[in-house]
């Protein structure tokens, strides 16, 4: 009986002690985390639209969606963080979209997982600097092997055709997501 | 009252003697997982090397209260609460670098380097001994880690800390920061550690003197029981 007793408390002192360490570290590191996570996004909505200065987020169902506003508070564009399936995992995209949504600012690779060296190719401005200035309609379209021939065409990676393609699909996704929410009035 | 090595010696053997990736073939997942660049490995080794060496001090100092029965959950509580402290910590300071490190932080809760010597060594060793091994193990594991991060990082991106330093012409290989490079890069180096190991032993073995010296993992026999 003393034996378990024995056990019990030391357990219950060890495990009340590692809480609350633990629950002090937090008080001190949660607001300093929250802040590196809105900075981070931050950077990623003005990244894609570089004359924003100012944003608001739009709550939708899929993705996340910021409108972008410059100096004078005039909308410039939207910044849509928009996710789907790479060669490997999830790639996450924040895609910078004029207001009319015809033409792509510009795009950023926000989380991949695909191939070291190859996949991951799609984030080097070779790749992501085709999207500067993108015609968007009637959708994107890649080719391979040859350079881009049509304003609405990009071309794929050689080495990395599938994480290419993935990368056009769900930029294409996210746009057609917001032609309907636009053809809804809702954004 | 049994025969104990320096306390020197304590720290020293780490490095090489029962370094634990070469020798005690410990913590192989965050070893082959984070190397494909030198920064990798040496935050990951750092961070590990804080748990442990707190941890290991810890476990030290507890060891006559904690009942025989439970010691394997006291031991977690302890190093899972350093674990969460350095994720906490690096979220918080430097996010850049806990992104790159991304789920292996947690995973030092498991990380069998840490474990072994609380069970093997914190658990029956006084706290100044325990803290030497813990800062010997850590040491050896940055170690390790770096040798591997450099080999890969330089034959898989041609760079080293992220500047470059092989000529331009210089084709990466890509294999070597895949996961197949950290297998044979990990495969090669502990062969080539073994063959180093083996031949000292022969050449100690031949000479006269070699019949009276205590070979190493004797010593480290003695002292891990």
């Known amino acids: 009986m003393n034996k378990v007793l024995h056990i019990m408390i030391t357990l219950t002192v060890?495990?009340?002690i590692a809480g609350g360490v633990l629950a002090l570290v937090n008080i001190w590191a949660e607001p300093r985390i929250a802040?590196?996570?809105?900075?981070?996004?931050?950077?990623?909505i003005f990244l894609v639209q570089k004359e924003g200065k100012s944003y608001d987020q739009i709550k939708i169902n899929k993705g996340?969606?910021?409108?972008v506003y410059d100096e004078q508070k005039n909308p410039i564009g939207y910044s849509l963080v928009y996710e789907g399936n790479g060669f490997q995992g999830k790639i996450r995209v924040m895609i910078g979209l004029q207001t009319d949504l015809n033409k792509i600012t510009s795009i950023e690779i926000l989380e991949q997982t695909e191939t070291p060296g190859?996949?991951?190719?799609?984030?080097?401005p070779p790749y992501k600097n085709q999207y500067n200035g993108l015609v968007t309609s009637p959708e994107i379209k890649w080719v391979k092997g040859k350079p881009p021939a049509k304003p609405n065409e990009i071309q794929a990676i050689t080495g990395a055709t599938i994480s290419s393609k993935s990368v056009v699909a769900i930029v294409n996704e996210g746009i057609s997501e917001l032609r309907r929410l636009k053809n809804e009035g809702k954004i | 009252m049994k025969k104990q090595i320096s306390y020197w010696r304590e720290y020293f053997k780490g490095l090489w003697e029962i370094n634990p990736t070469f020798k005690q073939i410990l913590g192989m997942c965050p070893?082959?997982?984070?190397t494909v660049s030198v920064i990798n490995g040496l935050a990951m080794a750092l961070a590990t090397t804080f748990v442990l060496v707190f941890s290991s001090v810890l476990i030290s100092l507890m060891r006559k209260l904690i009942p025989n029965q439970v010691r394997i959950a006291a031991y977690i509580?302890?190093?899972a609460t350093f674990v969460t402290i350095v994720d906490l910590v690096m979220?918080?300071?430097f996010p850049v670098l806990s992104k790159a490190l991304g789920p292996f932080i947690p995973l030092i809760v498991v990380n069998c380097i840490i474990l072994g010597r609380a069970e093997a060594f914190a658990s029956k060793n006084s706290v100044l001994r325990s803290f030497l091994d813990a800062l010997g193990n850590g040491t050896g594991f940055l170690i390790s880690l770096l040798l591997l991060g450099t080999i890969r990082e330089i034959l898989g991106s041609g760079t080293v800390l992220g500047y470059p330093v092989?000529?331009?012409g210089y084709e990466p290989m890509l294999i070597m920061i895949l996961p197949a490079g950290g297998f044979l890069t990990l495969g090669l180096l502990m062969g080539l550690a073994n063959f180093y190991t083996d031949k000292k032993d022969r050449a100690a073995k031949q000479t006269l003197k070699g019949k009276y010296m205590i070979p190493a993992n004797e010593v480290l026999k003695e002292t891990e029981a």
């Open chain 2, 31 to 34: 070893t082959l997982a984070v």
């Open chain 2, 77 to 79: 509580v302890v190093i």
């Open chain 1, 118 to 124: 190859l996949g991951t190719k799609v984030t080097d």
């Open chain 1, 14 to 16: 060890i495990g009340v």
């Open chain 2, 166 to 168: 092989l000529p331009k």
């Open chain 2, 91 to 93: 979220k918080a300071s």
């Open chain 1, 64 to 67: 996340e969606l910021y409108k």
């Open chain 1, 35 to 44: 802040a590196n996570q809105k900075l981070e996004t931050e950077l990623a």
